[in-house]
Structures are given as structure tokens and as C-alpha cells.
């Protein structure tokens, strides 16, 4: 085997090697995306996103089992600040939001607070959450989101986490904030192009490897046969 037959074994080798890691990516993403549609099944299977909605508009001021919940905007604050109290006390401030003053009810805010109310079909209780982003997205810094969560016995509950550390039901309870759609396991599913883009890839590590594989091949036989 001369010095270029053996170069071209080697990009062969390459290229088949380039195709393999390829298709790994592309079936680590395929199993994400399977037990993402598994999980959101057995979500969906489980509870139930109760619409607030009154005419069309969720009210920015909601009492559940006895808590107040309150979004407004601090006008004379310079950015304005979007103000969440919950019985009357301030829980945060929200800053660096955009906020259109002509659309109503808790549209202006979609961007940074969401109200969803979830019932448990298994056992039948209900559970108000109150969802923020707490940082703009388009910050440097990885977003970070907190809710709040009242149950039937008027306790509320915070947690703060991101994208990386929420668990499976703040998946559920951020989705909407900023028109995103985030998965447990992979937003992958819920991204425009996520399947042709998932396609592509194993074509294009398939591609790869019959590539590696035809030059390697063909070199291997044209080598055995110089030789015989």
C-alpha cells in the first residue's frame, strides 16, 4: 500500500468515525425526545390546567383558598417595574421587561408572570401557581425562573431554579413565560424544525459512515489486488 492509499484509509477512517459520533447525537436526542413525549402523556394524563380566564382576560388580582395574589406595574420607577405582592406584601421585582399598557389583564406581563391554577385529576386537589422569570432573557446570565405554589390549605411554597435544575412539574408551570415551551428531558420536540433537524443529522451521519466505509473498501481491494 503506497503513502496515498494510506492517506485516503485514514480520511476514510475519519469520515467514518465523524458519522458515527453523528448518529450517537442524533439517538441520545431521538431517546430524549421519546421520553419527553412519554412524559408529557403521562402529565397530561394526570393533571389539568384550569383556565382563568374571564372574557378573555386573566385578572391580574386572583384570591385562592384565601391568598391574594397582585401583579402591577411601578410606573414611577425608572426602568418600570413589574410588582408581584402576595397578600399585600411585596414578593419580587421584576425589571428590564417590556410592558404594553394597552393590552389588559395580565397580558402586559406574559413576558415575566404567569397565573395557572392545576388540578390533580387523581386526587382532585387543586394548586395555584404563580410563575416569574426573574431575569430577562436576553441577559448574559443563564435565566432564572421562581414560583410560587398555594395549596388548598392557603400554604405557599417558593422555589427558584433554571432551565438545568427545575424538576418535572416547574417544567410544566414555566411553559408560556415568554411564549417558550421548555421539555424536561429536551425542548427538541416543541422547537420549530426540531424533527427535519433530527432527520438531517442522521442522514448526514449516515452519509458519513457508507462514505468512510465505500473509500476504506475500495482502497482494501484495490491494495489486495495490486498484490496478488
Given at each position: 500500500?503506497?503513502?496515498?492509499?494510506?492517506?485516503?484509509?485514514?480520511?476514510?477512517?475519519?469520515?467514518?468515525?465523524?458519522?458515527?459520533?453523528?448518529?450517537?447525537?442524533?439517538?441520545?436526542?431521538?431517546?430524549?425526545?421519546?421520553?419527553?413525549?412519554?412524559?408529557?402523556?403521562?402529565?397530561?394524563?394526570?393533571?389539568?390546567?384550569?383556565?382563568?380566564?374571564?372574557?378573555?382576560?386573566?385578572?391580574?388580582?386572583?384570591?385562592?383558598?384565601?391568598?391574594?395574589?397582585?401583579?402591577?406595574?411601578?410606573?414611577?420607577?425608572?426602568?418600570?417595574?413589574?410588582?408581584?405582592?402576595?397578600?399585600?406584601?411585596?414578593?419580587?421585582?421584576?425589571?428590564?421587561?417590556?410592558?404594553?399598557?394597552?393590552?389588559?389583564?395580565?397580558?402586559?406581563y406574559s413576558d415575566a408572570i404567569l397565573y395557572k391554577l392545576m388540578t390533580d385529576k387523581q386526587t382532585g386537589k387543586e394548586e395555584f401557581i404563580v410563575s416569574l422569570q426573574t431575569t430577562p432573557a436576553n441577559e448574559s446570565e443563564p435565566t432564572k425562573y421562581r414560583t410560587y405554589t398555594i395549596n388548598e390549605n392557603g400554604i405557599v411554597k417558593k422555589s427558584d431554579f433554571t432551565t438545568d435544575t427545575k424538576s418535572k412539574l416547574e417544567t410544566q408551570w414555566i411553559r408560556g413565560i415568554s411564549e417558550e415551551t421548555h421539555g424536561y428531558y429536551t425542548n427538541l420536540p416543541y422547537q420549530d424544525g426540531g424533527a427535519s433537524s433530527l432527520l438531517f443529522l442522521s442522514l448526514l451521519g449516515a452519509l458519513f459512515m457508507a462514505s468512510g466505509f465505500w473509500v476504506g473498501r475500495s482502497i482494501i481491494i484495490k491494495d489486495k489486488g495490486a498484490a496478488a
Amino acid at each position: 500500500m503506497n503513502k496515498r492509499q494510506k492517506l485516503w484509509l485514514r480520511i476514510s477512517g475519519s469520515f467514518f468515525i465523524i458519522g458515527l459520533v453523528i448518529m450517537v447525537i442524533a439517538a441520545y436526542f431521538l431517546i430524549q425526545s421519546v421520553r419527553e413525549n412519554f412524559y408529557q402523556k403521562a402529565f397530561d394524563k394526570r393533571y389539568d390546567f384550569i383556565s382563568l380566564e374571564e372574557d378573555g382576560i386573566i385578572d391580574t388580582v386572583q384570591v385562592f383558598h384565601g391568598v391574594k395574589m397582585s401583579t402591577f406595574v411601578q410606573k414611577e420607577s425608572d426602568p418600570p417595574t413589574i410588582i408581584l405582592e402576595i397578600n399585600e406584601e411585596v414578593e419580587a421585582k421584576l425589571k428590564g421587561f417590556k410592558v404594553n399598557p394597552d393590552e389588559e389583564g395580565m397580558k402586559p406581563y406574559s413576558d415575566a408572570i404567569l397565573y395557572k391554577l392545576m388540578t390533580d385529576k387523581q386526587t382532585g386537589k387543586e394548586e395555584f401557581i404563580v410563575s416569574l422569570q426573574t431575569t430577562p432573557a436576553n441577559e448574559s446570565e443563564p435565566t432564572k425562573y421562581r414560583t410560587y405554589t398555594i395549596n388548598e390549605n392557603g400554604i405557599v411554597k417558593k422555589s427558584d431554579f433554571t432551565t438545568d435544575t427545575k424538576s418535572k412539574l416547574e417544567t410544566q408551570w414555566i411553559r408560556g413565560i415568554s411564549e417558550e415551551t421548555h421539555g424536561y428531558y429536551t425542548n427538541l420536540p416543541y422547537q420549530d424544525g426540531g424533527a427535519s433537524s433530527l432527520l438531517f443529522l442522521s442522514l448526514l451521519g449516515a452519509l458519513f459512515m457508507a462514505s468512510g466505509f465505500w473509500v476504506g473498501r475500495s482502497i482494501i481491494i484495490k491494495d489486495k489486488g495490486a498484490a496478488a
